[in-house]
C-alpha cells in the first residue's frame, strides 16, 4: 500500500477537539514530545454543538491539523438509553468541526470513530471494505450511524474539495482518562471497577454482563495516540483506517485478568438479563502495519498501569 504523502508537525498549531477524552487527552500527552503547539478549546469556549462556536474558534485560534477526538461516547446501556444524543450530538460535533475545518484552511484532520461501524457479523477480522456490507449491532447502532456520516463526510471533503481529511477506527480502547461510571462505561473499566470494589469489600462474586463469551479486541489508549499521530503524519486516504492491538479476548477473560491484576478473590458471576452485544470484534489492522506502526503496551501490562491510575484518580474518576 503507498502512504500517500507525508505530513510534517513540526511548527504546526494543533487542534485537539475532545481534550478531556480518554483519547483526546492521550493524543495531547503523546503531542507533548512533537515540537508543534497545541490548542484547546474548553466547552465555555466552543460547545462543539454549536456550528458559530466552533467556526470562531477555528478562525481565530487557526489550527493546520486537527484531531477530531471530540464525541458523545458511551457502553452498551448508555446507547441504548439515550440513542437521540448519541445520533445527534455526534453528527454536530462533527458537521460543525469538518465545515469549519475546510472554510479556514485547516490543512489536515484525523477524524476518529469505532470499530462498531461495522456490521454485526462482519468476516473477522474485520478489513475496512466491511463497511456497509450487512446490518449493524443495533445496541450501538445510533452512534455508529454518526461515526459512519463522519467518515463519509471527510472522504466527500477529499473528494469534491481535496482536503487532506482522514479517518481513523480505534478498536474497544481503556487507560487513563476511561469512564469508570458502572452504569455508562465500557466493559475494561467497568470490570476494573468492580474487580477493585470486590477486593476491598471482599466481595465473594464479581457480576458480569452478559454470558462472558463475547470476543472483543482491546487496546490501551496510549497506543492509540501514537498510532493517530502516526496516521496524521503518514497516511492519507480516501478509505479510513483500522487502528487495532490485534490482543482479543473474551469478556471472561477479560474478567480474569481483571482479578489477577487488582488481587480480588470473587468469583465470576455471568448476568443473562444483560445483552452481549455483538458477538466478535477483532479489527484487522495490516493496513496500519504496512505503514509501519507497531502497539507497544500488552493488554495485562496495560491494565495494571490504568489500575495504577484508577487508585491515584478514583474521587475524579468516579463521579
Ligand atoms: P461493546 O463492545 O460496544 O459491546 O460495548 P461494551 O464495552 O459496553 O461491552 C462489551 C461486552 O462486555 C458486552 O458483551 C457486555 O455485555 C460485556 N460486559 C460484561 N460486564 C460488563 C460491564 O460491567 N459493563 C459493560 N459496559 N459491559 C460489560
Redesign the pocket.
Known amino acids: 500500500m503507498t502512504a500517500g504523502k507525508s505530513y510534517s508537525l513540526k511548527g504546526k498549531r494543533v487542534w485537539v477537539a475532545g481534550h478531556k477524552g480518554m483519547v483526546g487527552s492521550a493524543i495531547v500527552r503523546r503531542l507533548a514530545s512533537e515540537d508543534c503547539t497545541i490548542l484547546t478549546a474548553d466547552r465555555a469556549t466552543a460547545d462543539l454543538r454549536n456550528q458559530d462556536q466552533v467556526t470562531a474558534f477555528i478562525r481565530d485560534s487557526k489550527p493546520q491539523l486537527v484531531f477530531l477526538a471530540a464525541a458523545k461516547v458511551g ?3 448508555a ?1 441504548a438509553t439515550y440513542p437521540a444524543d448519541f445520533l445527534f450530538d455526534n453528527l454536530a460535533i462533527q458537521n460543525n468541526v469538518i465545515d469549519a475545518a475546510y472554510r479556514n484552511g485547516v490543512e489536515k484532520l484525523v477524524f476518529l470513530g469505532s470499530s ?1 461501524i461495522y456490521p454485526k457479523l462482519a468476516p473477522q477480522p474485520i478489513r475496512e471494505d466491511a463497511l456497509l456490507t450487512g446490518p449493524l ?1 443495533p ?2 447502532e445510533w452512534y455508529a450511524i454518526a461515526k459512519i456520516a463522519g467518515l463519509k463526510l471527510c472522504e466527500s471533503y477529499r473528494k469534491q474539495y481535496g482536503c487532506d481529511y482522514v479517518s481513523a477506527m480505534p478498536t ?1 480502547l481503556y487507560g487513563p482518562g476511561d469512564n469508570f461510571n ?1 452504569e455508562t ?4 473499566a ?2 476494573l471497577v ?1 474487580a477493585v470494589q470486590a477486593r476491598e469489600s471482599g466481595a465473594s462474586r464479581l ?4 454470558s ?1 463469551k ?1 470476543l ?1 479486541e482491546f487496546m490501551h489508549v496510549d497506543d492509540c495516540a501514537d498510532a493517530l499521530v502516526y496516521v496524521a503524519k503518514n497516511y492519507s486516504e480516501d478509505l479510513h483506517i483500522n487502528v487495532g492491538s490485534g490482543q482479543e479476548v473474551s ?1 471472561a477473560e477479560l ?1 480474569r485478568i481483571m482479578l489477577d491484576v487488582t488481587g480480588a478473590k470473587a468469583e465470576l458471576v455471568f448476568d443473562a438479563s ?5 458477538p466478535r ?1 477483532l479489527m484487522d489492522s495490516s493496513r496500519l502495519a504496512a505503514l509501519g506502526w507497531r502497539p507497544r503496551i500488552g493488554l495485562r501490562e496495560g491494565m495494571a498501569q490504568t489500575l495504577v491510575w484508577y487508585l491515584a484518580n478514583a474521587a475524579k474518576a468516579r463521579h
Open positions: 457502553g452498551i446501556l446507547n462498531c449491532e445496541t450501538n474497544n458502572l462505561s465500557h466493559v475494561a467497568a470490570l468492580k457480576d458480569v454482563w452478559g462472558g463475547p472483543r469478556i474478567a444483560k445483552p452481549d452485544g455483538t470484534k
